[in-house]
């Protein structure tokens, strides 16, 4: 009943003109195989180019989320490889405002790649950074081809102060618009190399303790108590920002059988050794009603 119902909404041409087949691979609407033969082909290269730039594009993410800058960077160049930043020219295209000139230059629209790459202001920033973002001689408008060529050809650090670079050039011309504030380009230079610089030993000092961690826990096993013993383990987990912690203990056998486990949780704000404390004591507790 609801299909019959969906056809019968369907408007009648009030021409009562019969249905036509139209071939829509040519203007005169009739097939043929040469246009068929042309349609296959078109449609072959529009898939080999679509997949290769997925390709691009996919090679150029997955190296993006593996360079040791700040998330807030990364969030930056992937706006800016997408064309959407706010910049005058793509705020002109939604009518908020009404002149696209770039507010440092004041000679060109500014699109993405004009306030980042091409701007007189933007070019001495590159001038005063290393040579092989110099190199680059890309022109047009779109700032992915730069950022594809760019770090295609350099190693992490570098292609770590290049976006960095490009992001505080953005929050230069930020500054100048709002503030009235222009950053000498020397100056950002240095601060993004010292940046880069910093965050990679963070990142490194971060790794090293966790790779230290890791082989500690590996080495930790537990021990079986000696024949006629039993052993018990604790530990606590601890949930400052909710202000509550958990506590768990378990009792084994020289076999490794378990005789008795305990787990409850304990509203209030502890520092870690006073949760450790209170973990054994809970232990201590479960061990006396079991009469050990």
Not at 95 to 119: G, L, Y
Not at 131 to 146: P, R, S, T, Y
Not at 264 to 287: D, N, R, V, W, Y
Request: with cysteine.
């Amino acid at each position: 009943m609801e299909e019959i119902e969906v056809i019968n909404t369907i408007p009648i041409s009030h021409t009562n003109q019969p249905d036509v087949q139209i071939w829509r691979g040519n203007r005169s609407g009739e097939f043929s195989v040469r246009s068929a033969y042309h349609l296959a082909v078109e449609l072959e290269g529009r898939t080999v180019s679509e997949c290769s730039k997925q390709v691009k594009e996919s090679s150029l993410w997955k190296t993006l989320w593996h360079l040791p800058i700040s998330n807030a960077g990364k969030n930056f160049f992937c706006r800016a490889c997408h064309n959407v930043l706010p910049t005058k020219d793509n705020l002109l295209r939604r009518k908020v405002i009404k002149e696209p000139f770039c507010p440092i230059c004041e000679r060109e629209p500014e699109t993405v790649m004009h306030a980042i790459w091409s701007c007189l202001a933007a070019t001495d920033v590159w001038g005063c950074s290393k040579k092989v973002f110099q190199k680059c001689a890309i022109e047009g408008n779109d700032f992915m081809l730069v950022a594809e060529f760019i770090l295609g050809r350099c190693g992490k650090e570098d292609a770590a102060l290049f976006i960095h670079l490009a992001h505080q050039i953005w929050m230069r011309r930020n500054k100048w618009v709002h503030e009235g504030n222009f950053i000498n380009p020397n100056v950002l230079t240095k601060e993004a190399q010292a940046y880069v610089h910093e965050f990679q030993k963070v990142n490194e000092l971060a790794t090293s303790a966790t790779d230290e961690n890791v082989n500690k826990n590996e080495n930790v096993k537990w021990s079986a108590p000696t024949q006629g013993w039993l052993k018990v383990n604790w530990d606590v987990a601890i949930d400052k920002a909710g202000g509550r912690m958990g506590i768990g203990a378990i009792v084994r056998e020289e076999k490794g059988n378990v005789i008795a486990t305990m787990c409850k949780t304990q509203s209030g704000s502890f520092e870690p050794t006073m949760g450790e404390a209170l973990a054994s004591f809970h232990a201590a507790i479960l061990c006396r009603d079991l009469g050990i």
